[in-house]
T-cell receptor
Framework: AQKVTQAQTEISVVEKEDVTLDCVYE???????LFWYKQPPSGELVFLIR??????QNEISGRYSWNFQKSTSSFNFTITASQVVDSAVYFC????????????FGKGTRLHILP | DAGVTQSPTHLIKTRGQHVTLRCSPI?????VSWYQQVLGQGPQFIFQ???????GRGNFPDRFSARQFPNYSSELNVNALLLGDSALYLC??????????????FGPGTRLTVL
């Protein structure tokens, strides 16, 4: 069964602190894709990253970085030097290949960056 | 380039009524997916359409239906509305290649309130 768990419901940090959002996934497929989306108060889901199951290289994009570890079925997201504009709900998601492309989302982590 | 567009932005209906939500994908994208997001949860997959054919369906009752038009835009229809149908309805578009799972880009959503 496919499942994505984001154990942190809500996190608050002071601006400029680093913060890591955890994501653990379950799948029986060997080929799958992992995603992170950001949902600001406006409601639109903003795509951040997609990673396939065969690429375990960590990725860095500006202040954002992602740590993919198949051994622990985790795909964690770190924001370095957080800013108030990073305040949003962040969703980790999973899609299995050769299926209907449906994305299974976690319940999200609400991140508050305090000035 | 225009992103995914959805209409209307907000909608208020009463129980038992019918509603039609509309979505226009990113230019060049041939696949449209629909998701339901209730307050405090991650989006739940409803349908995916590719080249005007249903490619996948989530665990939703038959009151939910959809279709895709030759220009790749899509409609989601919900009959006999229930209070529990109140949610943000998100449309996502993707290139729609059948060989891999494409990244889905989301629209701003339609917020449906059922009274």
């Amino acid at each position: 069964a496919q499942k994505v768990t984001q154990a942190q419901t809500e996190i608050s940090v002071v601006e400029k602190e680093d913060v890591t959002l955890d994501c653990v996934y379950e799948t029986r497929d060997t080929t799958y894709y992992l995603f992170w989306y950001k949902q600001p108060p406006s409601g639109e889901l903003v795509f951040l990253i997609r990673r396939n199951s065969f690429d375990e290289q960590n990725e860095i994009s500006g202040r954002y970085s992602w740590n993919f570890q198949k051994s622990t079925s985790s795909f964690n997201f770190t924001i370095t030097a957080s800013q108030v504009v990073d305040s949003a709900v962040y969703f980790c998601a999973l899609s299995e290949a050769n299926r209907d492309d449906k994305i299974i989302f976690g319940k999200g982590t609400r991140l508050h960056i305090l000035p | 380039d225009a992103g995914v567009t959805q209409s209307p932005t907000h909608l208020i209906k009463t129980r038992g009524q019918h509603v039609t939500l509309r979505c226009s994908p990113i230019s060049g994208h041939k696949s449209v997916s629909w998701y339901q997001q209730v307050l405090g949860q991650g989006p739940q997959f409803i349908f995916q359409y590719y080249e005007k054919e249903e490619r996948g369906r989530g665990n939703f009752p038959d009151r939910f239906s959809a279709r895709q038009f030759p220009n790749y835009s899509s409609e989601l229809n919900v009959n006999a509305l229930l209070l529990g149908d109140s949610a943000l309805y998100l449309c996502a578009s993707s290139l729609g290649s059948l060989s891999s799972t494409d990244t889905q880009y989301f629209g701003p959503g339609t917020r449906l309130t059922v009274l």
